[in-house]
């Protein structure tokens, strides 16, 4: 979130500790002791090895300066945090560390986790916001109320008729956002060119052993197939849409001619000491439209050159989690927004 | 379709017609005659109002010209389409024409019904496309490849390898295009302000009866709850993009250098008569970045003000349709080119 | 421009018809005319082998169908109308045709020749619309008129302070639009790899004399640098968006409880006949939307790998074409909604 | 730069300091000092009340925990700072504080501070990208290179003639960024609603002395007026594309089977140690993806309702710094790629 205090308004404390490093080496970390049991398990790897790497993962402090050199040179964090890891397991092990993987399997299967956490935070952001759109409904939902169509007045109706529109599709995307995680929240293993070579036989069955102990699903490899990362985030984009939606109806309800709605702290201005702005409706709505930027581009990113683009997974990076915070952030002002309305009604 | 010839190459003729003026037309007919039926059924209008309005269907024709001018004039074609259809309906039963709807529910239905057959044809492609990349695989799929991560020659693997990466987003795909299809083809029935008041007691049978006339799913009233349009644009961006993986992946494998790929049929030059293009390849590429750059501007879309939007639906028409002409042209293009590859093999 | 009757809503047939294959093949027999010109006048062909083309270009009728299916085959319409051109021409002087030029520098050119006409439609429907504005403000700039920030009534202003900002921005967008036309009407010369060689030491002579001729501007080849052609399009975009924002703010202010516009000629409704639907204005922030959108696509285009790219290059004949119909029709509608507009004030 | 280890290899400290919490501070104090010394220099403060004001710059420290509750609570940060500075001011000299301005004065006005210093930056590393580029067509511009077309081989040329397509855009966009420059680093002085009221026949004069004192160029109001601020975002772009294609080229050029550039320096990979992974140049291409993406959002926020919407500047923000970074970190990559860069030559 760049720009002065801009972290204040439209960022995500939360959601960004997800894509961060720390949650990064945690889950990389996860991912090497996760695939260090199932390739033992397969009999691929000594269960010493195995034990060594679990015991490895304990008290293991990354080199972060490393790792951001490494992410330089290398264009992902992978082969730096690999090869740190492997220096603090003993050293008959070493070998075993990673056994059959590549730096993809490693940092998609990290971002999994992270994506999986996301839809946890974010299912409950739409539970808490429902919740304040069906308190509403009961305490105010029979009053009457102006409807607009084509920016003009046309007919009563209800708050109660209104805060419908606004509250089935967020239930429709909290379904939708389920299913979406099932897509996303996946194990990715294929080895260097995304065949499981070095596995042999045992491929299956170690994608399921690593899928299972990290919570994951498991997924036949997907290193250059980004149509459910994409779809993601363009499920992202619909929840901010969503949002977005309400927030541009709020201000204009909340406008000095209309007064259909009263919004409880509203910002303030430095020469119009008069005014109570409806800052967080206005936000949503520039949310909204900044995560559809971010997924139309997160699109461009499905063009991924042979079986692994640097290009394409860079974007990625750039857009996929930005997108998360986004979403994240109009969650967040939703659900202050939303306790904060109180309609005036005044449809006759 | 703007810019000369360029339909040639980017359109496709099929998919226009589905969002055309005589396919409008004729839903929007079905629409009257499949809401005075429901209506009738209802008890709201009189059964020989019914007869009459489906009988005025046969034989209506439009005043093109007329219907044009008056979505000019009122930025939507429905009033002028109610206009005249009633004006071709016996003159004691005009009041029954279009009872208790709005134009938007005229013109979303109508749209329903275009991406429904819409759906049916692309799910055709991707099953011809399915189809041939399974012949491919059955001819070419030991042969061994040269596999590239970052733009570099990594490991061999084989055609079959190669194969799989391109088929199974596209079978994933097309299953999520199934589901979809259940979010948008739906009834759209709400009246002027999208509650439904003319119908009373009986608006749910009402939209229940629409919906089973037409064959579309039954669903509440959704006049400015956009989501799964703006979804359903996102699934054909994700077709394209799959597709234009497979694009790039054929034009780098074709290249001089590389040799991995023969095409037959490739484009040619007017200045060196020795090259042969991979114009398809290329334009899926083209096709893919567009229906992004579409979907993402769709997705602007979902911010949509009050109970209808002009603006937010005028947005809606100026992507979604070119997002499926766009998605279908990828699709065809891709049908032509995959059975003109011939894998060159050579990884040894 | 797909879509039911949306044509007659955001189409732009004066700007179509500069993009359309009539203009092209008139563009491009201008192109083979000149350039025979030019390279007789530098000694490459004989005289009368220009002479022989020139009297070929009269007359000439294209096959189009054969120029399609060129297209198609090609990805460009170049080779095929070469070829059919050629053969149109005394069979003794066919290897003039063209010389030394690829279909880039002919299809590119003809590009140009359409955008500097562009331009000049464009600037005259500004100055008309900027006439309009100064009409408005003339007649009612001193009433006032409550000024509104964040979407509250603020503090009371004139109509001519209104008018101002949306004055300014056009002003400078029109000299903004001069500028960029010297970037893009510009002509392409660069034979097969941009090199010129076929010209040897008259290359620059022929260019020039290319350039006169078509009264473009005279340009080193730019085949894979096409950062003016992106930067054309996102200056449409600019005027497109500046025109959004006029329709953002007349829509609201002629909301039915702010009234402080009232428009002549509002859309009429098929179930409210009591309501006037700002219908222009609406779809002047649709147009704004989507042109902002085209214009980050065409961006994409940029990256123009190597020396010719046949998907960046369709790219942007998705793109760019539509951008310029996209705002153009904008400009078209506040052409006649800016003379609609009678402010009410109402700020006291 | 969210995600993990990101800003390692897509963020650019420099640039984002431009735009970061200390910089916004000391610019704003700017503001509040030149304005100041302008409205006294008006005779419309006491000359004692802007040396108290000059006085309490010097020291003056932010309550930063303060400054983003403010931009929480009220949208922007302008209120909380302009408070907090009052507070620091001699009592009786408070109310000259900020005289007759609003906080987007104060907030634009720092951001065309953290522009102009932003086109320093870029010009300098455009300078030196230019001149590595110079010093490679002196080293190797003779030698012979594979042209290609449509991803084919096509005819030779030379090193030189490569190099030139990749110096003439930047060496335009150079000279483009200089004139956008002239546009954005302007001051905004307008007061709550644009006019300037209170500062009656001394406006233009104070409007100037600002711009004097702050090195800006002198403008009208531009508070809804957004135009200038989207084309320089969309120059940015340009800036990005270009050496995206610089990237793609690069890219292309140095995989294995073309061998035609070596590249010092290449990534790792943490299963495959014979390879020398192109990263700078793949992010070249994502950096070039990702800033067409946040230019055709920026151009969105152009859509700017009335005389300030909070929608529309907070989207400004979201995407123009973030715009800035991309475009920084892609100049600084290419920096460091183009004298990494060796032709091999071998097109005979």
New interface residues.
């Given amino acids: 979130?760049?720009?002065?205090?801009?972290?204040?308004?439209?960022g995500d404390a939360e959601i960004?500790a997800l894509?961060?490093?720390d949650?990064?080496?945690a889950a990389m970390l996860d991912f090497e002791w996760a695939l260090a049991e199932a390739t033992a398990e397969a009999g691929l790897i000594a269960p010493e090895a195995a034990a060594a790497i679990a015991a490895a993962t304990v008290g293991f402090t990354a080199d972060r300066a490393g790792?951001?050199?490494g992410?330089?040179?290398?264009?992902?964090?992978?082969?730096a945090f690999?090869?740190q890891f492997r220096a603090a397991v003993a050293l008959p092990h070493r070998a075993a560390v990673?056994f059959g993987?590549?730096?993809q399997d490693?940092v998609d299967t990290?971002q999994a986790l992270a994506l999986g956490r996301l839809c946890a935070v974010l299912d409950g952001r739409l539970a808490a916001i429902l919740a304040a759109l069906a308190a509403l409904k009961a305490a105010q939902g029979t009053l009457p109320l102006m409807?607009?169509?084509?920016?003009?007045?046309?007919?009563p109706?209800t708050v109660g008729?209104k805060l419908?529109?606004w509250t089935?599709?967020l239930e429709?995307?909290r379904a939708?956002l389920d299913e979406e995680r099932g897509r996303v929240a996946t194990v990715q293993l294929g080895?260097?060119?995304?065949?499981r070579?070095a596995y042999g036989a045992g491929a299956a069955a170690i994608s399921a052993g690593l899928a299972r102990r990290l919570g994951l699903a498991d997924a036949?490899p997907?290193?250059?197939?980004r149509?459910?990362l994409?779809?993601f985030g363009?499920?992202l984009?619909?929840v901010a849409?969503?949002l977005?939606?309400i927030?541009?109806?709020v201000?204009?309800l909340?406008?000095?001619?209309?007064?259909a709605i009263r919004l409880a702290?509203g910002?303030?201005?430095?020469?119009?000491a008069h005014?109570?702005?409806?800052?967080a409706?206005?936000?949503l709505?520039?949310?909204?439209?900044?995560?559809?930027?971010?997924?139309?581009?997160l699109?461009?990113?499905?063009?991924?050159?042979?079986?692994?683009?640097?290009?394409?997974?860079?974007?990625e990076?750039?857009?996929l989690?930005?997108l998360?915070?986004?979403t994240g952030a109009a969650l967040a002002h939703a659900e202050r927004l939303v306790p904060a309305v109180t309609f005036v009604g005044g449809a006759d």
């Fill in positions: 979130m760049i720009g002065p205090f801009l972290a204040a308004l439209a960004e894509f961060g490093d949650a990064a080496i790792l951001a050199a992410m330089r040179r290398d264009g992902v964090v992978g082969p690999v090869a990673h993987a590549t730096s490693l990290a409807a607009h169509t084509r920016m003009q007045a046309a007919l109706f008729d419908d529109t089935r599709p429709r995307l939708r080895g260097p060119v995304g065949t070579t036949e997907w290193h250059g197939a149509e459910r994409a779809g363009g499920c984009a619909l849409g969503a977005g939606k927030g541009a109806d201000a204009l909340a406008q000095s001619e209309v007064g702290g910002g303030t201005s430095s020469a119009m005014k109570a702005n409806p800052v409706a206005e936000v709505v520039a949310l909204a439209r900044h995560a559809a930027g971010l997924a139309g581009t699109m461009q990113a499905m063009v991924h050159e042979n079986e692994r683009s640097g290009a394409a997974w860079t974007l990076w750039l857009t989690p930005a998360a915070v986004t």
